[in-house]
């Protein structure tokens, strides 16, 4: 159960903007992506005091691919690229109804930080939203 974007919708848009999409790729086909933004993109009006903090603003492995470590991947990615943005912490929403996802972030060292109750309404069901975070200043 995961809400589906409008098709009509851009794709490049801040935050989402080239720059700021990591792919996974095989013999030239897409596997899944991940948008990475500046939490100050994220959130403007906050500007400079999050200027530490990079968001993952949407992660997603193509079905066929699922449990082949393309998320993994992913992961490291982003490690990788929020290090180089001078990054201390990594933050992220997940659906409660996401377990896959959710037990897939918490092996990578992100932790739950918070639970927004049935923060959505899905296909007829309150759906919580999942906040987690990974600390890159204490991550080995």
Do not use: W
Request: with cysteine.
């Amino acid at each position: 159960m995961f809400p589906r974007p409008s098709l009509d919708a851009p794709v490049f848009t801040e935050p989402t903007l080239p720059e700021n999409v990591l792919v996974a790729v095989e013999n030239a086909r897409p596997l899944g992506f991940a948008k990475l933004v500046p939490s100050s993109l994220a959130h403007p009006k906050i500007g400079l005091a999050t200027a530490h903090v990079q968001v993952i603003y949407g992660c997603s492995v193509a079905p066929e691919h699922q449990g082949r470590d393309v998320g993994t991947a992913l992961l490291h990615a982003i490690r990788r690229e929020s290090v180089a943005r001078g990054a201390r912490r990594i933050t992220l929403k997940v659906l409660g109804s996401n377990p896959r996802a959710q037990t897939l972030y918490h092996r990578h060292g992100y932790r739950v930080e918070g639970i927004l109750r049935g923060e959505f309404f899905l296909q007829g069901n309150y759906v919580d939203d999942v906040l987690m975070a990974l600390d890159l200043s204490a991550a080995a």
